[in-house]
T-cell receptor
Framework: NAGVMQNPRHLVRRRGQEARLRCSPM?????VYWYRQLPEEGLKFMVY????????ESGMPKERFSAEFPKEGPSILRIQQVVRGDSAAYFC????????????FGPGTRLLVL | AQTVTQSQPEMSVQEAETVTLSCTYD???????LFWYKQPPSRQMILVIR??????QNATENRFSVNFQKAAKSFSLKISDSQLGDAAMYFC????????????FGKGITLSVRP
């Protein structure tokens, strides 16, 4: 049973470009969470999605960031017009249900903005 | 809002010795979960141990155990017989026991293990 998959593992973008980060949850999991880890910091919640629905986006920056989890395919975190401050590790986690306590993390995507 | 505090940025332990990592949290909820995650140099987040707040018994997973003090809102991790592979960042995390609840993390502590 494959774990949470994220790709790419490393992504380099120049300022003003777009970044697309993908997350495939564990088999049977329909709940996806995105977290961001800035250098020397803990993980900060960004957004929580179920299939085709955004449940909680209270941690998402108001501009340039968006997320989706379509009926088919992986969850996508999209960052438009990236700036240097977006450089961070972005982690995806999944769980089988809303009340299941444990979230299983992917390996993360390291985004570097030049 | 819930907060998780890890006040020690770094700790060091001799191989085979025991070390305790501290964590405190603040919440007005009575029912929640607490976690310790390990982040080795690969930066993969690995679940170490989980505690349900409604359980009085402290969780144990092999060499890892917790000291959960609900009244004091304290949740420390004890690593016994430390191994070189235990060297990593350790994050304490909190989650409310309700649907659609996110994890709130502390800033982490860097644990080094001396051979």
């Amino acid at each position: 049973n494959a774990g949470v998959m994220q790709n790419p593992r490393h992504l380099v973008r120049r300022r003003g470009q777009e970044a697309r980060l993908r997350c495939s949850p564990m088999k049977g999991h329909s709940h996806v969470y995105w977290y961001r880890q800035l250098p020397e910091e803990g993980l900060k919640f960004m957004v929580y999605l179920q299939k085709e629905n955004i449940i909680d986006e209270s941690g998402m920056p108001k501009e340039r960031f968006s997320a989706e989890f379509p009926k088919e395919g992986p969850s996508i975190l999209r960052i438009q017009q990236v700036v240097r401050g977006d450089s961070a590790a972005y982690f995806c986690a999944s769980s089988p249900g809303a009340r299941r306590e444990t979230q299983y993390f992917g390996p993360g995507t390291r985004l570097l903005v030049l | 809002a819930q907060t998780v505090t890890q006040s020690q940025p770094e700790m060091s332990v001799q191989e085979a010795e025991t070390v305790t990592l501290s964590c405190t949290y603040d919440t007005s909820e009575s029912d929640y979960y607490l976690f310790w995650y390990k982040q080795p140099p690969s930066r993969q987040m690995i679940l170490v141990i989980r505690q349900e707040a409604y359980k009085q018994q402290n969780a144990t997973e092999n060499r890892f155990s917790v000291n959960f003090q609900k009244a004091a809102k304290s949740f420390s991790l004890k690593i016994s017989d430390s191994q070189l592979g235990d060297a990593a960042m350790y994050f304490c995390a909190y989650r409310e026991r309700r649907a659609n609840s996110k994890l709130t993390f502390g800033k982490g502590i860097t644990l080094s293990v001396r051979p």
